[in-house]
C-alpha cells in the first residue's frame, strides 16, 4: 500500500472516530445480506456507529472508502436507496481490530450462517479476555441472527471452548447471547448494479426482529424494531414452520417447474396453493404446540403469500433453494414441519411434497445439492432419507414422501389440493 493510500485510509478511520464519539457502537459479524439488508439497517436507525467484521475483502473496502453502503429497500409499491453509515469494516482475520472493537461495542450482533459460528467464537473469545481486562463490569449483549433453533447454547458452548477457564464466570455472567427471529427477505442486486456499488444490497421494508427476552444480560438495548419476547421457541418455530417451510415449497416446486424467480412460481395455479397449504398444516400444528391463535397464524399465512410476490424484491429460486442437506435436516423447515404435523394428527400433504421436491432439487452451481444427488445415487432413497432427514424408511413421513419423490421424478406435477383455512 503506497504511503498517500495509508494516509487516506487512516484519515478515513480517523474521521469516523471523530464523529462518532458521541454514538453507541455495534459491531456486526457478517456484512452480507442479513448483516447489511436488516441488522445494519435497525442499529442505523438506533443511532449506532456500524463495524462490520466479514470475510470479503474487496466489499469491506467499498464499505471503508464510503463510510457506509446503500440499502435499497424494495417494497411492493416503493423503492428507495438508503446511505447507511457511519459504518467501517474489518477482516475477519485481523484478531487485533476485532478484539478492540468488541472492547469498544455497545452491543454485537451475529449473522454468518449456523455452521460459521463455532469458527466465529474464537475471535468472540479473543475479544472477551480483552474486554473482560479493560471493561469487567460492562455487560456485553450478542443478538444471534442465525436459522438454528439451539443457537445460544451452540455459541456459547464453542466460545467457552475457546475461553480461559477462569473467563467461564465472566461469560455467564456479562455476556448475554441472545435468540433472534429474523424474517426479513433480503437478495443480492443484479450483477451490473453490483458492479457500480459494490456496497449495494436489496431487501423489502420489514421492520420486526423478534428477540429472546430471557437472553439478556442487564438493561435491553433500544434497538429500531427489536421485540423482545418469552417462550422464545415458541417463535423461533413460527418463523421457521411457517414463513421458511413456506418459501422452501414455493422454491422446490418452483425449480421443477423451472422459474427463476419466487415471485413467478408463486403465480404458478399449480404451485401457489400447495404453498398455502404447507402453510396451513403447520399452522394447525403450531396452534396445538403452542397455543398460536388460530385466526392470527392464518393472517400471517396471507401476509406472507403478499410478501412472497414482491417483484421488486427480484428474489431468485437459486437463494431459496440454496443448501438443501441443511433444509431437509430432521428439526428444519422441511422434515420438522411435517413431523410436528404428523405429532399432532395433522396429514403433511403439501409439506411432503415440498420434501420430494427438495430431495430432487440439483442445481449445478449449488454444491450441497450436487452432494445430495450423489448422496442419492450412491445409496438410494431410503439411505438418504434416513441419514439426512433422520427418518426411518419405513415411517409415515417416509412412505408419503416416496410415493411423491416418484412422481416428481417423472415430471408429474400434483394437482392443485382442495381449498383449505385453519
Known sequence: MSNLICYGYHLRIAGWQRGNLLRKSAVIFGAGNVGRGFLGHLLHESDYALTFVDIDRELLRAINAHNGYTLRLAGIDRVQDLHIGPARGIYVKDHSAVARALVK?????????????????????????????????APLNIIICENLRNAADVLRGAIRQHLPTRL?????????????????????????????????????????????????????PEISGLEPRDHFVAWVDWKLYLH????????????????????????????????????QESAKALAVEYAFD????????????????NRHLGDPISRLARDPLRKLAPSDRLVGAATLCLRHDV??????????????????????????????????????????????????????????????KEGKMPSSPPEATL
Open 105 to 137: 461495542a455497545d452491543v454485537a450482533v451475529t449473522a454468518v450462517g449456523a455452521r460459521a459460528l463455532p469458527v466465529l467464537a474464537e475471535q468472540i473469545a479473543i475479544g472477551l479476555v480483552q474486554r473482560a481486562e479493560e471493561r469487567p463490569g
Open 168 to 220: 467461564h464466570p465472566y461469560l455467564e455472567r456479562n455476556v448475554g447471547l441472545v435468540m433472534s427471529v429474523v424474517a426479513r427477505m433480503v437478495t443480492s442486486p443484479p450483477p451490473e448494479e453490483k458492479a457500480a456499488d459494490p456496497t449495494l444490497i436489496v431487501a423489502e421494508p420489514y421492520y420486526h426482529l423478534p428477540v429472546d427476552r430471557n437472553g439478556f444480560v442487564g438493561p435491553i
Open 244 to 279: 421458511n417451510a413456506g418459501h422452501a415449497v414455493l422454491a422446490y416446486l418452483g425449480y421443477q417447474r423451472e422459474y427463476i424467480y419466487g415471485y413467478e412460481a408463486l403465480d404458478d395455479p399449480l404451485i401457489r396453493p400447495w404453498v398455502q397449504k404447507a402453510m
Open 294 to 309: 388460530p385466526d392470527k397464524l392464518e393472517r400471517d399465512i396471507q401476509d406472507l403469500l403478499v410478501r412472497f410476490t
Open 347 to 408: 396429514s403433511p400433504e403439501a409439506l411432503a411434497w415440498g420434501i420430494a421436491a427438495a430431495l430432487l432439487y440439483d442445481e449445478p452451481s449449488d454444491p450441497q445439492a450436487q452432494e445430495l444427488q450423489a448422496r442419492l445415487k450412491a445409496g438410494g432413497l431410503d439411505q438418504v432419507l434416513n441419514e439426512v432427514c433422520g427418518l426411518s424408511p419405513h415411517g409415515n413421513l417416509a412412505v408419503m414422501i416416496r410415493p411423491r419423490y416418484e412422481a416428481l
